[in-house]
Nanobody, 125 residues
Framework: QVQLVESGGGLVQAGASLRLSCLSSEEFFNAYIMAWFRQPPGEEREFVAA????????DYADSVKGRFAISRDNAKKMVFLQMNSLKAEDTAVYYCAASSARSLPRRRSDDYDYWGQGTQVTVSS
């Protein structure tokens, strides 16, 4: 069973930056597509960003393109989400997810096999 543990959430003002981290327990971390999803209050979970296996590419939701950047450190078995120019509408619980699929894009929740417990990000306007 793969375990994913997120950290780095918090309360910030609009325009600020945050960096989320996700640590994986999976020995074969390199074999997984890693992604971030979020669930705003009262809404459904939505795709934010994904990074393919090493040497692969990236995918971003239009709402975060140019502001957020996903990256992975395969040696540390971690994935990160750098969030800049945060807006009130970025307020959500952010989830790390892992998929055994072969390639991007993978934007559906059911594309992903494992999930973290989530970390709250609150942006005040």
């Amino acid at each position: 069973q793969v375990q994913l543990v997120e950290s780095g959430g918090g309360l910030v003002q609009a325009g600020a930056s945050l960096r989320l981290s996700c640590l994986s327990s999976e020995e074969f971390f390199n074999a997984y597509i890693m992604a971030w999803f979020r669930q705003p209050p009262g809404e459904e979970r939505e795709f934010v960003a994904a990074v393919s296996r090493p040497g692969g590419g990236f995918d971003y939701a239009d709402s975060v393109k140019g502001r957020f950047a996903i990256s992975r450190d395969n040696a540390k078995k971690m994935v990160f989400l750098q969030m800049n120019s945060l807006k009130a509408e970025d307020t959500a619980v952010y989830y790390c997810a892992a998929s055994s699929a072969r390639s991007l894009p993978r934007r559906r929740s059911d594309d992903y096999d494992y999930w973290g417990q989530g970390t709250q990000v609150t942006v005040s306007s």
